[in-house]
């Protein structure tokens, strides 16, 4: 079960706006960067939609609710008008590929911002500690369908105080 919590944390680093990318692509990676926009963009007009991305994601086997992925293309666009043309695919990408370069890199401070945006997800009332309801929200928001005993079970796992929440420090233990 604590896998289930820590896939939120890299999509919600992939909301993370501040984190401009510098990364130039190889010749390599931007034919095949450009033949993956091609195949999202099935009706050729030059900018992938939620419908064109949820689709494809659907024949990969992810199954995400489409509030989610219409929330991953509006990050993703600067219009934010819910489409990406093929230089905002590509910026996307190069965020996503940096946040896991520094996520791999062990800086501390970078962590630390990672696991509060993270536990923000959770936290939808902002009282500093993830309720059972709140734990489901998420769940329910990558489409992660998960019982009341799942429910129960990842909270034991993690509610090391045993006040029926998890504050940050408990949230933080379980992913590190």
């Known amino acids: 079960m604590s896998e289930i919590l820590h896939i939120p944390r890299e999509l919600v680093m992939t909301f993370r706006q501040d984190s401009a990318t510098k990364r130039e692509f190889t010749e390599a990676e931007l034919i095949d960067l450009r033949t993956a926009f091609g195949l999202l963009d099935r009706n050729r007009d030059g900018h992938v939609t939620a419908g064109e991305l949820q689709f494809m994601l659907q024949n990969l086997g992810i199954h995400l609710k489409d509030e989610f992925v219409q929330q991953l293309l509006q990050a993703a666009s600067h219009t934010e008008d819910g489409l990406i043309n093929e230089t905002e695919f590509l910026q996307w990408v190069g965020r996503i590929q940096d946040l896991q370069d520094k996520g ?61 929440r998890i504050n940050y420090e408990e949230f933080a233990r379980l992913l590190l």
Request: proline share 2%; glycine share 8%; aromatic share 4%.
């Open 104 to 164: 791999n890199s062990e800086d501390p401070d970078e962590i630390t911002k990672d696991l509060i945006a993270a536990f923000r997800v959770f936290d939808r009332d902002g009282n500093g500690y993830i309720t059972k309801d709140e734990l489901k929200t998420a769940m329910d928001m990558i489409g992660e369908s998960v019982t009341e005993g799942d429910l129960n079970e990842m909270l034991s796992m993690a509610d090391i105080d045993r006040d029926g």
